[in-house]
């Protein structure tokens, strides 16, 4: 049972362009939403994460977007770069619970 | 600060042997974890440990061991190696409690022939 279901598998946007990736949860203990960026080689890296209490994080380009009633968050990245290919996960994680529940990735392309 | 160090990079191995995958991590985190990528497949949860002593499995154990003995280091045994094992290794690490992200390692890239 899939617990986070992330869309789209694959995303090409242009540079300057806005870029989407959507998350959505089932479990309602879930309190705390990370999202990870990996480039190719690497391990994934902490990019932004945001707690139910709050509707909208902001940390430079990057923005999640949450929407508790209807359980999914969303992550976008304004003004994309070419530097901003990589895969990116969304995760959940919450209550009891000692581990994350991730997303299967978005590989992101971002065409010059 | 390291972080969380994944040694080795990358190991070919015949099918039937055995390798250690070592994590260690200098940030005082209570819990470890060891992950699989493949591709298409995410991020799958092999094994985890909520602290020094203590292991449980993951999604998918089979064909795995580990081992918690000190802290900061969590071993991922294979103690029989298969072509199915073939994939990318991450470790990653946490604070205790619920919400904290992970610091991940890495990676071992692991090819079995």
């Known amino acids: 049972q899939q617990q986070v279901k992330q869309s789209p598998q694959s995303l090409i946007v242009q540079k300057g362009g806005i870029s989407i990736i959507n998350c959505a949860y089932e479990?309602?203990?879930?309190?705390?939403f990370p999202w990870y960026q990996q480039f190719p080689g690497k391990g994934p890296a902490l990019l932004i994460a945001i707690r139910p209490d709050v509707s909208e994080k902001k940390e430079g380009r990057f923005t999640i977007s949450f929407n508790k009633s209807a359980k999914q968050f969303s992550l976008h990245i304004m003004d994309s770069q070419p530097g901003d290919s990589a895969t990116y996960f969304c995760a959940a994680r919450g209550g009891s619970n000692y581990k994350l529940t991730f997303g299967k990735g978005t590989l992101l392309t971002v065409n010059p | 600060n390291a972080g969380v160090t994944q040694t080795p990079k990358f190991r070919v191995l015949k099918t039937g042997q055995s390798m250690t995958l070592l994590c260690a991590q200098d940030m005082n985190h209570e819990y470890m974890y060891w992950y699989r990528q493949d591709p298409g497949m995410g991020l799958r949860l092999i094994h985890y440990s909520v602290g020094e002593g203590t292991t449980a499995k993951g999604e998918v154990p089979d064909g795995y061991n580990v081992s918690r003995l000190k802290k900061q280091n969590f071993l991922l045994g294979l103690e029989s190696a298969a072509p199915s094992q073939t994939s990318v290794y991450f470790c990653?690490?946490?604070?205790?409690?619920?919400?904290?992200?992970?610091?991940f390692g890495s990676g071992t890239r692991l090819t079995v022939v």
């Open positions: 479990n309602t203990a879930f309190d705390y």
């Open positions: 990653a690490s946490s604070p205790q409690g619920a919400n904290y992200g992970y610091t």
